[in-house]
Nanobody
Protein backbone atom coordinates (compact mmCIF):
# COMPACT_ATOMS: atom_id res chain seq x y z
CA UNK A 1 0.00 0.00 0.00
CA UNK A 2 1.55 3.27 -1.12
CA UNK A 3 0.98 6.33 1.04
CA UNK A 4 1.91 9.87 0.10
CA UNK A 5 1.93 12.72 2.62
CA UNK A 6 2.34 16.30 1.45
CA UNK A 7 3.42 19.29 3.53
CA UNK A 8 4.59 22.85 3.05
CA UNK A 9 1.52 24.60 1.74
CA UNK A 10 0.26 27.87 3.13
CA UNK A 11 -0.57 31.50 2.48
CA UNK A 12 2.01 33.69 0.77
CA UNK A 13 2.03 37.06 -0.96
CA UNK A 14 2.54 37.34 -4.69
CA UNK A 15 6.23 37.15 -5.52
CA UNK A 16 6.94 34.94 -2.54
CA UNK A 17 8.17 31.37 -2.30
CA UNK A 18 7.06 28.06 -0.84
CA UNK A 19 8.57 24.61 -0.81
CA UNK A 20 6.29 21.59 -0.91
CA UNK A 21 7.42 18.19 0.29
CA UNK A 22 5.97 14.74 -0.24
CA UNK A 23 7.09 11.65 1.61
CA UNK A 24 6.22 8.21 0.27
CA UNK A 25 5.92 4.99 2.23
CA UNK A 26 5.08 1.41 1.43
CA UNK A 27 6.92 1.19 -1.85
CA UNK A 28 10.25 1.09 -3.61
CA UNK A 29 10.29 4.83 -4.11
CA UNK A 30 13.16 5.00 -6.57
CA UNK A 31 11.32 3.21 -9.37
CA UNK A 32 8.35 5.55 -9.41
CA UNK A 33 7.79 8.59 -11.53
CA UNK A 34 6.86 11.30 -9.04
CA UNK A 35 4.89 14.40 -9.76
CA UNK A 36 2.97 17.39 -8.55
CA UNK A 37 -0.47 18.31 -9.82
CA UNK A 38 -2.81 21.10 -8.78
CA UNK A 39 -6.49 21.84 -8.82
CA UNK A 40 -7.92 25.33 -8.52
CA UNK A 41 -11.55 25.93 -7.56
CA UNK A 42 -13.87 25.17 -10.47
CA UNK A 43 -11.04 23.82 -12.63
CA UNK A 44 -9.72 20.42 -13.57
CA UNK A 45 -6.63 18.97 -11.97
CA UNK A 46 -3.57 19.83 -14.03
CA UNK A 47 0.04 18.78 -14.27
CA UNK A 48 2.59 20.99 -12.57
CA UNK A 49 5.75 18.90 -12.96
CA UNK A 50 6.97 15.31 -12.96
CA UNK A 51 10.34 13.67 -12.44
CA UNK A 52 11.17 10.14 -13.52
CA UNK A 53 13.30 7.60 -11.71
CA UNK A 54 16.15 8.63 -14.04
CA UNK A 55 15.69 12.30 -13.20
CA UNK A 56 13.96 13.42 -16.40
CA UNK A 57 11.72 16.39 -15.72
CA UNK A 58 8.56 17.57 -17.42
CA UNK A 59 6.93 20.81 -16.35
CA UNK A 60 3.95 22.88 -17.38
CA UNK A 61 4.78 25.97 -19.41
CA UNK A 62 3.05 28.13 -16.81
CA UNK A 63 5.58 27.21 -14.12
CA UNK A 64 8.80 26.86 -16.12
CA UNK A 65 11.46 29.18 -14.75
CA UNK A 66 9.59 29.60 -11.47
CA UNK A 67 9.02 26.09 -10.03
CA UNK A 68 11.60 23.33 -9.61
CA UNK A 69 10.84 19.68 -8.92
CA UNK A 70 13.44 17.45 -7.30
CA UNK A 71 13.62 14.11 -5.53
CA UNK A 72 15.72 12.45 -2.85
CA UNK A 73 15.44 8.69 -3.17
CA UNK A 74 17.29 8.13 0.10
CA UNK A 75 14.52 10.03 1.89
CA UNK A 76 11.64 8.69 -0.22
CA UNK A 77 10.78 12.31 -0.93
CA UNK A 78 9.90 14.62 -3.77
CA UNK A 79 9.92 18.40 -3.52
CA UNK A 80 8.49 21.36 -5.37
CA UNK A 81 10.29 24.66 -4.91
CA UNK A 82 7.93 27.44 -5.96
CA UNK A 83 9.32 30.92 -6.53
CA UNK A 84 7.78 34.10 -7.90
CA UNK A 85 4.34 32.86 -6.92
CA UNK A 86 1.30 34.42 -8.57
CA UNK A 87 -2.34 34.56 -7.47
CA UNK A 88 -3.17 32.16 -10.31
CA UNK A 89 -0.96 29.54 -8.62
CA UNK A 90 -3.58 29.30 -5.86
CA UNK A 91 -4.77 25.68 -5.75
CA UNK A 92 -4.64 22.44 -3.86
CA UNK A 93 -1.37 20.75 -4.76
CA UNK A 94 -1.30 16.97 -4.94
CA UNK A 95 1.63 14.61 -4.88
CA UNK A 96 1.48 11.73 -7.37
CA UNK A 97 3.43 8.50 -7.64
CA UNK A 98 3.18 6.43 -10.80
CA UNK A 99 4.56 3.09 -11.86
CA UNK A 100 1.99 0.63 -13.12
CA UNK A 101 -0.64 2.33 -10.95
CA UNK A 102 -1.07 5.93 -9.91
CA UNK A 103 -1.27 6.98 -6.28
CA UNK A 104 -2.28 10.34 -4.84
CA UNK A 105 -1.71 12.24 -1.65
CA UNK A 106 -4.40 14.14 0.22
CA UNK A 107 -3.25 17.50 -1.08
CA UNK A 108 -1.94 20.69 0.47
CA UNK A 109 -3.47 24.12 0.00
CA UNK A 110 -1.40 26.90 -1.54
CA UNK A 111 -2.91 30.38 -1.48
CA UNK A 112 -1.19 33.34 -3.11
CA UNK A 113 -2.55 36.77 -2.24
CA UNK A 114 -2.21 39.75 -4.55
Amino acid sequence: QVQLVESGGGLVQAGGSLRLSCVASGTIFSIFTMGWYRQAPGKQRELVATITSAGWINAADSVKGRFTISRDNAKNSVYLQMNSLRPEDTAIYYCNARFSTAYWGQGTQVTVSS
